[in-house]
C-alpha cells in the first residue's frame, strides 16, 4: 500500500491502517529519534518515543493530508518529541564549590576600571616610537614584521623595543601594589 492510500485510510480511522503505519514506518522513525537524541537516551526511552509518536499519528490521522505523505509529518513529529524529551531531561550539572562568581562585584569592576586605567597610563608614558610599536602590535594585532618596517626599524630591534616596553608596564604596573 502506498502512502496516500495509507494516509486516506488513517483518515477514515483505520485500525489496520494505524497497523501497517507502525510496521512500515517504527524503525524510520526510530532513527530519526536516535540521531535527534545523539545518544543521550536509553534504549527504553526511544522506544517510549517512538510510541508517543504513533500515539500523535493516531490522534492527528483525520487531519493528514494525503498528498503531502506520511514520512515528513513523521519526521516532524518525531523531532518534536526528541526534542522536548530533551529539555525535560536535561541533567544539570552540579556548580562546583571553588566556582567564581559568574558576574563581577562593584568593587571588583572598580579594580579592573583602576587597573585598566594604569595600564593605558603606562603605555601613554613610554616614549615613541615605542608606545606606536606597543599600540599595534598588541592592541591592534598588526604583524611585527610590517610595523618594524613602517617605524623604520629592523625586527630585532623591535622585539627588544617590546622586551624593554614590557618591563616598563610591568614595573609601571607594580607600583603600589602590596604583594603577599
Known amino acids: 500500500m502506498d502512502e496516500r492510500a495509507l494516509v486516506k485510510k488513517l483518515n477514515r480511522g483505520s485500525r489496520s491502517a494505524l497497523d501497517a503505519a507502525l510496521k512500515r514506518f517504527t524503525p524510520y522513525v526510530s532513527a530519526v529519534i536516535l540521531r535527534a537524541l545523539a545518544g543521550r537516551a536509553c534504549q527504553e526511552d526511544v522506544e517510549e518515543l517512538c510510541a508517543d509518536v504513533f500515539v500523535a499519528l493516531w490522534a492527528n490521522a483525520p487531519g493528514l493530508d494525503?498528498?503531502?505523505g506520511l514520512r515528513p509529518w513523521l519526521a516532524a513529529v518525531a523531532r518534536n518529541k526528541a526534542t522536548d524529551w530533551l529539555r525535560r531531561c536535561r541533567p544539570t550539572a552540579p556548580?562546583?564549590?571553588?566556582?567564581?562568581?559568574?558576574?563581577?562585584?562593584?568593587?571588583?569592576?572598580?579594580?579592573?576600571?583602576e587597573q585598566s586605567a594604569r595600564l593605558w597610563a603606562a603605555v601613554d608614558g613610554l616614549g615613541e616610537p615605542d608606545r606606536t610599536l606597543f599600540l599595534r602590535y598588541y592592541y591592534?594585532?598588526?604583524k611585527l614584521k610590517t610595523v618594524a618596517a613602517?617605524?623604520?626599524?629592523?625586527?630585532t630591534a623591535a622585539k627588544q623595543r617590546l622586551f624593554r616596553g614590557r618591563k616598563a608596564l610591568k614595573a609601571a604596573l607594580q607600583e603600589?601594589?602590596?604583594t603577599p
Not at 150 to 155: A, F, N, R, V
Open 66 to 68: 494525503p498528498e503531502q
Open 95 to 113: 556548580i562546583p564549590d571553588n566556582a567564581p562568581d559568574p558576574a563581577p562585584g562593584p568593587e571588583e569592576l572598580a579594580q579592573r576600571q
Open 140 to 142: 591592534e594585532g598588526d
Open 150 to 155: 613602517e617605524l623604520g626599524l629592523s625586527q
Open 176 to 178: 603600589g601594589v602590596e
